[in-house]
């Protein structure tokens, strides 16, 4: 057993601007050093972990902040940031497993917009060009990182898929998300994170638009289109860094996408801690949740005509229509080439939505009439905008 006081930020610093081939030039007081303080101590007071979910642990903690440092130290460079007002990046947003993932796969196949692989959200540096898409020595590098999550947690790819060359969440890339606070089984840093005032919450947002504008450099004019569920902890700031932003906010029935989401952090917890309490997680997860519906809540007005609410019944009986009502909200051409992309995409993947994975909320310590309750405000709130029941 590796003593986990062996873990320290100064640490993880010299490790991470080993990979980024770059010092960092971040000062004493930046809202990026201080939420990595609190997610150490949080590290090492909290969940039992061996050597393996260390050093597991260590190595993606210090990608994540090499990402950060990559865009620090590259920032001089030309980018495409594509966050002007004319046509500025579309943010698929909503908690997990509203389908997501799938819109976002299928918004990703319009030859003018541009969606993060998996593989250029881990390792970012050097910045990728069109012509790395294919046989850059990064993409075998995350399969390998990959197949050791098969290994040691199998159901995370049968809940989540992933391929290094496939689009993924921008959680990958941002520094401090309420992904890390569930994923690491945080709950200090994750207070830390909640009670982040604006100027924090701008100042962070500020650093990713920096790693977009660095990951665009050599694909300018296509339009930036990225999901996360981190993005709805942002949203009381995005336009103020994104004026431009067009959101796609995806609903689905709470007592449904919140026990999916549990099990699947449930999972990825078991890479980086020898025990797991499902009851733990379900009260951090649906705890982020209604945080984040709350903030979605709270920042909707004078967004409403850039934003557009999409129900995850409406979305999986027609996803070609789906796509189809974002572009017309949002005043995009939709061309013929995507569509036909869209057909062979989905005729290829049958199984696209569906899931390979048991659950329960009573596992996660949570009930249907708890979470109806708690619910209310948001499905009213939702009802309002698309004059339809999220719950049936």
């Not at 899931?355 to 939702?382: D, I, Q």
Request: glycine share 6%; with cysteine; hydrophobic share 40%.
């Amino acid at each position: 057993m590796r003593a986990r006081r062996d873990l320290s930020v100064e640490h993880l610093l010299q490790r991470a601007q080993t990979v980024a081939a770059a010092a960092w030039s971040c000062r004493a007081g930046d809202v990026r050093l201080d939420g990595l303080r609190c997610l150490v101590e949080d590290i090492r007071s909290g969940a039992p972990r061996d050597a393996a979910a260390m050093q597991t642990l260590e190595l993606n903690l210090a990608r994540l902040i090499a990402a950060s440092i990559a865009a620090d130290a590259g920032g001089d460079g030309p980018s495409s940031c594509a966050g002007g007002q004319d046509d500025g990046p579309v943010f698929v947003t909503g908690f997990g497993r509203t389908g997501s993932t799938f819109v976002h796969n299928l918004l990703a196949l319009d030859p003018r917009s541009r969606a993060p692989r998996l593989w250029e959200l881990w390792y970012p540096a050097p910045p990728p060009t069109p012509q790395s898409q294919v046989n850059d020595q990064r993409i075998a590098v995350t399969r390998s990182m990959l197949d050791h999550f098969n290994r040691v947690s199998p159901m995370i790819l049968r809940i989540h898929s992933m391929d290094p060359q496939a689009p993924d969440e921008c959680n990958h890339l941002m520094l401090h998300t309420t992904h890390l606070a569930m994923m690491y089984d945080a709950p200090g840093y994750w207070e830390w994170l909640r009670q982040l005032d604006d100027g924090a919450l701008r100042s962070l947002l500020s650093n990713y638009k920096a790693q977009v504008g660095y990951l665009q450099r050599h694909f300018a004019g296509r339009r930036w289109v990225s999901k996360s569920l981190a993005h709805l902890h942002f949203m009381p700031v995005l336009f103020d860094v994104f004026p431009g932003a067009r959101i796609v906010r995806l609903h689905r029935d709470p007592c449904d996408l919140i026990p999916s989401l549990c099990s699947l952090y449930a999972s990825l917890r078991k890479l980086f801690q020898t025990t797991v309490d499902p009851v733990s997680v379900g009260a951090m997860v649906s705890d982020v949740f209604f945080d984040g519906v709350d903030r979605m809540m709270r920042s909707a007005n004078g967004s409403s005509r850039n934003c557009i609410d999409i129900r995850f019944d409406t979305m999986t009986a027609n996803p070609i229509g789906t796509i189809a009502d974002i572009y017309a909200r949002f005043g995009y051409e939709f061309g013929a080439d995507h569509e036909t992309a869209m057909k062979q995409y989905i005729a290829g993947m049958p199984r696209a939505m569906k899931s390979s994975h048991s659950y329960s909320l009573e596992e996660f310590g949570l009930t249907r009439t708890g979470l109806t309750a708690r619910s209310e405000p948001y499905l009213r709130w939702l009802r309002e905008r698309t004059e339809a029941d999220l719950v049936h």
